[in-house]
């Protein structure tokens, strides 16, 4: 279990990360929907937070939710990600953070699965890193 803080300057955050990867998960910018890589993704495996390694969502959380981004009912363990609030956009919503980085990763909403935990983690793909061989 990764918990220790990571803290990096934004310059050492922009030269590890790609253009897109540091809006998104520096900058909380949103990619497009259906444009990510993990949208479709239904193999086995693990998510993790593209910017520090941290497993974040596991597949067998994953639904398809019909929003253009990735979508988990859960995260894998308490204490990976943290939530806050975020009003940007003229909105009131709940951002999901890398507990480890401090990275944004999307959003959190009470529209999931009712049978599960009723919650639907929208994550931007940019923000995750794909494990096939952790479950």
């Known amino acids: 279990m990764m918990t220790d803080k990571i803290t990096k300057s934004e310059a050492e955050w922009q030269s590890e990360l790609t253009p897109q990867q540091y809006a998104v998960l520096r900058q909380a910018a949103t990619e497009r929907p259906f444009t990510g890589k993990y949208v479709h993704n239904k193999a086995d495996g693990t998510y993790r937070c593209a910017a520090c390694g941290q497993a ?3 597949s067998e959380t994953k639904y398809e939710s019909g929003s253009g981004w990735p979508s988990f009912w859960d995260v894998v363990e308490e204490g990976h990600v943290e939530l806050k609030r975020d009003s940007s956009h003229g909105m009131m919503r709940t951002e999901v953070v890398c507990a480890r980085c401090g990275s944004h990763l999307g959003h ?22 794909f494990d096939p061989n952790a479950q």
């Open 108 to 129: 959190v909403f009470d529209d999931g699965p009712r049978e599960t935990t009723g919650l639907r983690y929208c994550i931007n793909s940019l923000s995750l890193d």
């Open 56 to 58: 974040l969502f596991s």
